[in-house]
């Protein structure tokens, strides 16, 4: 069964770029038909989906975090990274990363990871 585990600093300064990396263990990230998201929930909020990069490479953004978004991946380490750059107090929230069959990850549906704290602060 696929795990996802994302990981990343916990704290990030107001106008630096935020990186996280998922670690996929139990299944390839080119295997086809899947889009491997990534997706944030800040407090007292509905979970946001971001973006996603699909099992042959493609990337797909939120129109609203397009401009500071960027995901990648690294097939030799079945790992796929996400980029948010210029990052504000509003970007605080829990990151999850997920894969699902369509390009909008699911809650109740597909694999998700458990999911990690980052805040922007100074």
């Known amino acids: 069964q696929v795990q996802l585990q994302e990981s990343g600093p916990g704290l990030v300064k107001p106008s630096q770029t935020l990186s996280l990396t998922c670690t996929v263990s139990?299944?390839?990230?080119?295997?086809?038909?899947?889009?491997w998201s990534w997706i944030r929930q800040p407090p007292g909020k509905r979970l946001e989906w971001m973006g996603a990069?699909?099992?042959?490479?493609?990337?797909y953004y939120s129109p609203s975090l397009k401009s500071r978004t960027s995901i990648s991946r690294d097939t030799s380490k079945n790992q796929f990274t996400l980029q948010l750059s210029s990052v504000t107090p509003e970007d605080t929230a829990v990151y999850y990363c997920?894969?699902?069959?369509?390009?909008?990850?699911?809650?109740?549906?597909?694999?998700w990871g458990q999911g990690t704290q980052v805040t922007v602060s100074s």
């Open positions: 997920a894969r699902d069959t369509v390009l909008e990850a699911r809650p109740d549906f597909g694999s």
């Open positions: 139990g299944g390839s990230i080119t295997t086809n038909y899947y889009y």
């Open positions: 990069i699909t099992y042959s490479g493609s990337t």
